[in-house]
């Protein structure tokens, strides 16, 4: 009985096969997949948001424009158009766009004192401005990779005082920028003022400074030197003021700028 029992009853379960997966364990399954309920809300969430904004659209749309407050100048001053003539020029047709340091840069420059006799006055060129420097060379390659655009100069002396005003514009911002910041970076060595110096009243600190020499500087068989300089930046534009002592006397602080504050309100 047994044996028919054993063979009419449940046949005996083959070992499994190694080739075949067990689906019964769970580090076999296969990744699940996203069922379309997901996909469904995904697709009403953003036809939901895109009717809201069509919507919100559609009520400012219909609404009356929402009147501006009056100007507090109701008539602005504004040139006249002219007909062009003979005397048209770029800066009469630019006129609104026109800045006044676009313009004669001599005629910013600040007038040497009553009294004071004027020894030069006017444009210098680039490579006579080179010649100004320690190594000629070096600067002029360093002008002309930076943009130098002009250089408008005036010079007088007044008993022992002589004085240089130079405004050094360049073709942008950074050129101008690039200059001040490499002349005052140098300004507080022991070769040069051989302080911090002070800056200029009304102008931030990293953009205008004036020194005055802690000591005399002397040479065999000249007289000794005192210097006051003053370099401040505005726009595309290097304030640069040398003030000498050329029998190298003490230098008012306040002179010095005096001169720089004058030249900035012609700026």
Request: proline content about 7%.
């Amino acid at each position: 009985m047994e044996n028919e029992i054993q063979e009419s009853g449940t046949p005996e379960i083959p070992p499994a096969d190694p080739a075949i997966p067990d689906v019964t364990d769970p580090t076999t399954r296969a990744p699940r997949r996203r069922g379309r309920t997901t996909l469904l809300i995904a697709a009403a969430l953003v036809l939901g948001a895109l009717a809201g904004t069509v919507t919100g659209y559609a009520v400012q749309y219909q609404r009356p424009p929402t009147a501006l407050p009056p100007l507090a100048q109701q008539k602005l001053d504004a040139p006249k158009a002219l007909a062009p003539n003979d005397a048209t020029t770029a800066k009469s047709i630019n006129a609104n766009r026109w800045h006044k340091t676009d313009g004669d840069l001599t005629e910013l420059l600040i007038e040497a004192p009553a009294g004071a006799k004027v020894e030069a006055s006017g444009y210098d060129t680039l490579d006579s401005f080179a010649t100004t420097f320690e190594k000629p060379d070096f600067a002029l390659r360093g002008d002309v990779k930076d943009g130098f655009r002009r250089l408008a100069t005036r010079v007088w002396t007044q008993g022992d005082v002589l004085v240089e005003v130079r405004l050094v514009q360049y073709r942008d911002f950074a050129g101008a920028n690039e200059y001040q910041k490499s002349q005052a970076s140098y300004m507080p060595g022991k070769g040069s003022a051989g302080n911090d110096g002070v800056a200029v009243p009304g102008v931030p600190a990293e953009l205008g400074h004036v020194w005055i020499d802690s000591e005399a500087h002397s040479e065999p068989g000249y007289m000794p030197v005192r210097q006051g300089r003053a370099i401040v930046r505005r726009g595309d534009i290097v304030l640069d003021i040398f003030y000498f002592d050329k029998r190298g006397g003490a230098i008012s602080e306040g002179d010095v700028l005096d001169l720089a504050k004058r030249q900035l309100e012609r700026l």
